[in-house]
């Protein structure tokens, strides 16, 4: 089977606080954004890549692309304020229907196995998004006093990807910006456009580049990677 991803990869790092674009950060030698492209490049499944980026970051983009010889890329479009306007650029830029991933550029260490199992349910059930099991007990905090324990048995870490039929996440998309619904993921969209969304049970390290104690971890997972292919 195959499918498309979008990836949004316009955002300002904000929270990494590197002054710049936290994708164009290197690890082991090679930016977060390669690291992520080359992922779905190397995918026999992907057969293209939707990127939402920055204009004034266009040509650098565009040199990373070249170097890692991403062959994939369908399109460029500009990106927006909020990662779902980036979202919704590479949506309207998809020619095609068929699954649709949509994947942080920040997150590099996607496992193909999950990316597969994503892709699959989306086809069968229309909706799947990656998670994880909570590891901590949460609670419901109100002016410093906890509320409420939250019941942990039901409680997942969402991750990206994402996966849907693409008229599902198209008309999530659209009654979304309808009714000025800001969701801060795709499943959010789905789910209030009234779909049944998916879990499927994703890895711990599939973790989003966020702050720079993540560049440190990233750095040791990406080595502990190179010593077992070795
Ligand atoms: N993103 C995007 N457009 C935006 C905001 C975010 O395309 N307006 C992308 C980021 O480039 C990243 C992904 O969405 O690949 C996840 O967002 P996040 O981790 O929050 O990245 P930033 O928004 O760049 O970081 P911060 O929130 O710390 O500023
Ligand atoms: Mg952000």
């Keep these: 089977m195959d499918y498309t991803v979008m990836m949004p990869a316009a955002g300002s790092g904000t929270r990494m606080g590197a002054g710049h674009n936290k994708l164009f950060l290197e690890l082991n030698g090679k930016t977060i954004l390669a690291h992520t492209l080359v992922v779905f490049?190397?995918?026999?499944?992907?057969?293209?890549?939707?990127?939402?980026?920055?204009?004034?970051?266009?040509?650098?983009?565009?040199?990373?692309?070249?170097?890692?010889?991403?062959?994939?890329?369908?399109?460029?479009?500009?990106?927006?304020?909020?990662?779902?306007?980036s979202v919704k650029a590479c949506l309207a830029a998809h020619q095609s229907g068929g699954i649709?991933?949509?994947?942080?550029?920040?997150?590099?260490?996607i496992a193909k196995q999950v990316i597969h199992e994503l892709?699959?349910?989306?086809?069968?059930?229309?909706?799947?998004?990656?998670?994880?099991?909570?590891?901590?007990?949460?609670?419901?905090?109100?002016?410093?006093?906890?509320?409420?324990?939250?019941?942990?048995?039901?409680?997942w870490v969402i991750q990206t990807p994402q996966a849907f039929r693409y008229e599902i996440l198209e008309e999530a998309?659209?009654?979304?910006?309808?009714?000025?619904?800001?969701?801060?993921?795709?499943?959010?969209?789905?789910?209030?456009?009234?779909?049944e969304v998916r879990i499927v049970e994703s890895t711990y390290d599939n973790i989003k580049m966020t702050t720079p104690e993540d560049l440190a971890y990233g750095g040791y997972l990406l080595k502990k990677r190179l010593e077992e292919t070795i």
Excluded at 100 to 109: C, E, S, Y
Excluded at 126 to 143: E, L, N
Excluded at 173 to 195: I, V
């Design 119 to 155: 892709a699959t349910c989306a086809l069968l059930h229309g909706a799947a998004v990656a998670g994880v099991k909570a590891k901590d007990t949460m609670k419901y905090v109100t002016d410093g006093i906890i509320e409420e324990t939250a019941d942990r048995e039901r409680l």
């Design 173 to 195: 998309s659209l009654r979304a910006e309808k009714e000025r619904f800001l969701g801060t993921d795709e499943a959010m969209l789905a789910e209030h456009a009234g779909y």
């Design 41 to 85: 490049q190397q995918d026999p499944w992907c057969t293209g890549i939707i990127l939402a980026i920055k204009e004034d970051e266009r040509a650098k983009i565009e040199m990373i692309i070249e170097q890692e010889q991403i062959t994939k890329i369908r399109a460029l479009p500009e990106g927006g304020s909020e990662r779902q306007h």
């Design 100 to 109: 649709v991933l949509v994947h942080d550029a920040a997150r590099p260490f």
